[in-house]
Structures are given as C-alpha cells and as structure tokens.
C-alpha cells in the first residue's frame, strides 16, 4: 500500500520544531525525557504517518491492510518519543489485540501478547493521569491488562490474578464491572489450585459485592446498572462451591473471633450470612447482637427481635422489637408492631397481642395479615369468653368477621381467610340455639369479654 503525502502544515510543524526552531521543541520536559523524544521532526511525523494508516484501518471496520502499515511507523513512535501521545497505547493495545486474535503461529501470538502487555506498562509509566480528569488512571489500565493477559493467555493466571487484585485495590468502589468478574473468577481458580487459602474467596467475595451494591446504589447509567446487575448474578454462581453456610460459617467464626468489637466487620459477616440464607446460624444471632451492643439501632433490634421470637423467647423478643419500633422506616415499624402482635398472642396475651395489631394497621391498613391474627385471636379466646355452650361460641363471630375483612382488604390473604371462614363458620351456634336465645340470622350480638365488639348472628351450617 502506498504511503500517504504528508499535509503540508505538517512539515510546517516539523521544521518549528526542528533546526532553528529547536527552541520551541518542547518546554514541558519532565524527568521522563522531552514529549518528541530526541528527533522531535521525525517523532511527529511518524505519529502522523501512523496515525493516518489507522483511521484508514479503523474507517474500514478494522479489516484493511492498512494496520501493517500503521504499526510499522508505531513501532517507531513507541520505542522513540513515549511521551508525544497518549494515542500511542489505546491504539497500539488495539492493534495489539487485532494480531493476537489472528495470529496462528504460537511463539508469534505469544511475543505479541508480551508486546501488549508491554504497552499497558508504558502507557502506565509515561501517562499516570487521565488526560481529561487529570485522576490517576494506573487502576484502569491494570484492569483492562489483566483481563486481556487472562484472556489471551489463560495459563498465566496468576499473572492476571496480581494484576486484577492491584486493580482493584487501586479503584476500589469505582472498579468496572467486567475486572470485578475477571478478578473474582481468577479467584476462584487460585483458590481451586490451593494457590492461596479458601478464606480468601469469601473474603474477596465480600468486598466485590460491597463495589457491586456502592454502584447499583449510586449509579445513573442503566447500561452501567446492567452490567452490575450481571455481575452480581455471576458472582454469586462462581461464589456457589464455596457458599455452604458450614464453610461460610467456619470463615467468619474465625473473623468474628479476632475482630468482633469492630462494627464494619461485623456488619459484613451478617450482611454475607443474610445473602446465603445462613441466618439461623448461632453466628448470625451473636454477630448481630454484638453489632447492636456497639452501634445499637432499629433494624439491629428488629433482626434480634425476629431471632429471638424464632428462638421461642418471647420476652426477649418484645423487648427487642419495642425498640425497633423507633424506627423512622414505616414498614419496618409495621413489620415489628404485627410481630409483636405475634409475639403477646404466643404468650396468651391477646388483648396487647390485638393492641398492636391495630398499631400495625394504623401504618398499613390494607395489610390482611393483621386481621388474620386479630380474628384468631377471637377464635382463641372462644372459650374463655363464655359462660356456657351458646355463649362461649359467639366469638367466631367475631373472628370470621375480621377475616372477611382481610380478604376485602388484601385480596393476597384470601385463601386463608376462607379456609379460616370454612373452619370456624362450622363452630357457629346452630340454627336452634340461637332460635332458643330468641335470635335469629341477621341479627346484632354484643360479644363480651375482652372482645367486645358488635357482629352478626349467624348459623352453622
């Protein structure tokens, strides 16, 4: 292929920076050497010269032959002015990757991947910086290198598993989302070749899945917000030979044994138990209230309550969701109030039980499940609130009412409700009871007790 006529305000360039206008070669000179290098005329025209077989070659979808004449006045640029354009490394590492994905031969394909590797180091050596955002940029390119080293060239994995761990360290919440599945897939695999210890998975699974939340949380680019969502998923699946709740549980006993008065890491064995269902473990209840005795809260209190309240301790329970009901998130204090509800029907205190059932309602009022425990309460107390066998059934009354309630309130309910309707509508009075108490279908009843409510006479059936 024909070289191309250089411009001629390219040689005008040349020869200020050349001969007697040597003066205005570069003042920017730095301890790397001057930005043209020695032959600053030979440097820019070089970059000009490769420049212009590149965008032929990029103009035509990266299928011309004009990349063989690209790199050859490349090469030269590279080796002899590093510092005259950052353009020097995106596109070599372009080219670079162009060679390598077409070459057969092996010692050929492998010198090139050196050479490509080559590239990023130099790029990170004379270009620290971002050119725009003047931010150090060494994190990135680490990153982009280890995936392409890994890529390339699987067997120096543990190359790519340095690589890709600096990168990360270097960006920290900021890391793409590619060289967080890149590095926790190398991860994986040196823990596989016991090339570093087992916990080190779990570790390192944690914090990617801290980078993962940071940016799902604070990102506003949805494609941006997919690729993190996909690396979530992927990580949670190369994450599922080692996530038995026993190995996760044996790891962060061990964390837990050495830093429990630290709340940050506490708040990451629990969050990692949460993720891998591992929450009825004794570590997840000891971290937890471990957590709440440094940095107590509402939603430490709600999580001990619930714990508790599986544990069958109902007064610890109470005392614990109480205090989670300060809370200024109106479903956890809905939550807490129905669960307290729960917690006083399980000590047979139903009129409290029935208290604050009505406080959860009072925040969620189309909630069925609240009607559902205040109308088995009813049915509890049945009875206890009666002084004979007519007496001691009117409360079901009550109680189908409060199910028919919830269903009209929470369609999500009605299944249990009319299962609890077909149950308790069979304990009613019959149709001679209430006949013998001068009553009759339709009518109003007054139900004693602590109940105390008005409902409809009704007849089993």
């Known amino acids: ?161 340095d690589i890709l761990k600096r990168s990360v360290e270097l960006k920290g919440n900021l890391s793409d989302a590619a060289v967080v599945v890149y590095y926790f897939l190398l991860t994986t695999q040196m823990a596989n070749e016991n090339k570093i210890p087992k916990d080190t998975v779990l570790n390192t699974y944690d914090r990617l899945m801290d980078i993962i939340d940071y940016n799902l949380k604070t990102q506003t680019d949805h494609e941006v917000i997919n690729e993190f969502k996909t690396a979530m998923s992927s990580l949670d699946q190369m994450f599922e030979p080692f996530a038995s709740c026993d190995d996760i549980i044996a790891i962060s006993t061990k964390t837990f044994n050495q830093k429990s008065n630290d709340p940050e890491v506490l708040k990451k064995i629990i969050a990692l138990l949460y993720r891998k269902n591992c929450t009825d473990s004794q570590l997840y209840f000891d971290a937890t209230v471990k957590l709440y005795q440094l940095e107590p809260s509402p939603e430490s209190a709600s999580i001990i309550g619930k714990m508790y309240l599986k544990k069958q301790d109902y007064q610890n329970a109470i005392k614990y969701l109480l205090d989670a009901t300060q809370s200024s998130d109106t479903a956890l204090r809905a939550d807490c109030y129905l669960l307290l509800a729960d917690s006083y029907r399980l000590t047979s205190d139903y009129p409290k039980a029935r208290s604050f059932a009505y406080k959860s309602l009072e925040l969620r009022p189309k909630d069925g499940n609240a009607y559902i425990l205040i109308g088995d309460l009813y049915a509890l107390s049945a009875k206890d609130c009666g002084t004979d066998d007519f007496t001691q059934k009117t409360a079901y009354w009550a109680a189908v009412d409060k199910y028919i309630k919830a269903k009209s309130v929470d369609p999500s309910v009605a299944a249990t409700a009319d299962e609890r309707i077909e149950t308790y509508s069979k304990a009613f009075p019959s149709l001679q009871d209430n006949f013998f108490h001068d009553l009759k279908d339709g009518d109003t009843y007054e139900v004693d007790c602590w109940i105390n409510e008005t409902t409809t006479v009704r007849s089993a059936k």
């Open 1 to 161: 292929m024909k070289r191309v006529l250089m411009p001629v305000f390219l040689w005008m360039v040349i020869f200020l920076l050349s001969g007697n206008g040597i003066k205005a070669q570069i003042s920017d000179q730095s301890t790397l050497g001057p930005k043209y290098g020695k032959d600053s005329a030979k440097c820019v025209m070089e970059i000009s010269l490769y420049r212009e077989f590149y965008k032929q070659w990029r103009a035509s979808n990266y299928q011309s032959n004009a990349v063989k004449d690209a790199i050859k006045s490349w090469r030269w640029v590279f080796f002899n002015c590093p510092l005259g354009t950052e353009n020097t490394y995106i596109d070599g590492a372009k080219m670079y990757e162009y060679r390598i994905q077409n070459e057969k031969d092996t010692a050929k394909r492998n010198r090139d991947i050196d050479t490509l590797m080559m590239i990023y180091d130099q790029r990170t050596k004379y270009f620290p910086l971002h050119y725009r955002e003047k931010t150090p940029q060494e994190g990135d390119i680490l990153g982009r290198k280890g995936i392409d080293l890994y890529q390339y060239k699987p067997s120096a994995y543990e190359k790519a598993y």
